[in-house]
């Protein structure tokens, strides 16, 4: 969440999010002819994940910022139950197995949305959730960095430790191994000694709490792929391929396949899970125009096209694949039903889902 490739931090997040400025190069290049990611063990079950803002408010919170799309149930609060209800119940009964939910620190909005509404409504039901670290919001910044010196160890520890106590334990929070999940939000950011800072972060934590979280860091971009840099993670992914680059929309597909291949190579040798993430498209000009960010058109064959390269490629101790998004309504890359395109995106995603369990 490399280095020297930033150029849309391609926001889970709000309209303040820092924007860097460096372009990398974006080129289908091919994977190696020796090293082919290998299919997944049988007994190593799919899951299949989006990403969830619970940051709208009845206020016109969020919504106010700018978005595209209209959703179905049209400007909702994310306190409010019945709408979580319908959510879980849309997203379950079309192959969703959980919600990565955006988590931005101890008594924000959010965390009061997701540990209040939304744990009721996940009570009896077999969905799971887990939480999406906001680093950049909760870590800081500093030249499109985040330094992950003694300040922010200890800032990792007592957050990651309120995570394990007020969520990890939840009968529904999504374990790998017995292993609490926590995905982490632009890991590729990171600098310092970010393999001896986590290492410190994850033996605070699990001697806190019992538990050892199962790190999934936001590593996968447009740059070359370095297998010692991944080394901290149990798993690693993209949450965005969106990059401000002339023509990125051209071949989108095809690109970010060549780029998937390449990262679930290195991911194999690591001995890691390789978490491929899809978009529906992407459009962020309602929400920060002055960026003019190159837009990905929304198209369920894309969308398609994108899913069915990553249930391939899904691969080692964990197969997941990540949905960009469930409703960030800001940058156009939401799934949620829209009054434009209806239930279409999760029908996608049931097709292919039962296309891949019944091996059609």
């Given at each position: 969440m490399a280095l020297a490739i930033l150029l849309s931090l391609s926001a889970c997040g709000s309209a303040s999010r820092p924007t860097p400025t460096e372009t990398p190069s974006v080129q289908a290049v091919e994977p190696s002819a020796t090293t082919t990611p290998s299919t997944a063990p049988s007994g190593n079950p799919l899951l299949v994940g989006a990403y969830y803002y619970p940051w709208y408010g009845s206020d016109g919170r969020h919504w106010r910022e700018g978005y595209r799309g209209i959703p179905q149930l049209g400007e909702y609060d994310s306190t409010d139950e019945s709408v979580i209800d319908r959510h879980i119940t849309w997203a379950s009964e079309h192959g969703l197995d959980f919600f990565a939910v955006s988590w931005w620190g101890r008594d924000s909005y959010e965390d009061r949305a997701a540990r209040g509404p939304m744990l009721r409504a996940l009570e009896d039901r077999p969905f799971r959730f887990a939480i999406l670290y906001e680093a950049p919001a909760l870590l800081g910044t500093h030249q499109d960095r985040i330094e992950l010196d003694d300040y922010a160890v200890e800032r990792l520890s007592e957050d990651w430790t309120y995570l394990a106590a007020t969520y990890f334990n939840h009968p529904n929070y999504l374990t790998i191994d017995g292993r609490p999940v926590l995905f982490i939000y632009l890991t590729r950011i990171f600098t310092g000694n970010v393999d001896d800072a986590l290492a410190r972060v994850r033996t605070a934590v699990a001697g806190?709490?019992?538990?050892?979280?199962?790190?999934?860091?936001?590593?996968?971009?447009?740059?070359?792929?370095?297998?010692?840099?991944?080394?901290?993670?149990?798993?690693?992914?993209?949450?965005?391929?969106?990059?401000?680059?002339?023509?990125?929309?051209?071949?989108?597909?095809?690109?970010?396949?060549?780029?998937?291949?390449?990262?679930?190579?290195?991911a194999e040798r690591a001995g890691i899970a390789f978490v491929p993430g899809v978009i529906p498209g992407f459009d962020d000009l309602a929400v920060r125009p002055e960026a003019a960010h190159p837009v990905i058109p929304r198209s369920p064959q894309l969308f398609a096209t994108q899913l069915q390269d990553a249930l391939r490629l899904a691969s080692g101790p964990a197969r997941i694949v990540m949905i960009t998004s469930w409703n960030e309504w800001h940058e156009d890359t939401s799934v949620e039903p829209s009054e434009a395109f209806g239930f279409d995106y999760l029908q996608v995603v049931r097709e292919l889902v039962n296309a891949q369990d019944t091996g059609n």
């Open positions: 806190e709490t019992g538990h050892a979280p199962f790190l999934i860091g936001d590593e996968v971009y447009w740059h070359t792929p370095s297998g010692s840099r991944i080394l901290p993670y149990d798993g690693i992914t993209a949450y965005n391929m969106h990059t401000s680059v002339a023509g990125i929309a051209t071949g989108f597909d095809d690109k970010v396949r060549a780029r998937y291949e390449l990262w679930a190579q290195v």
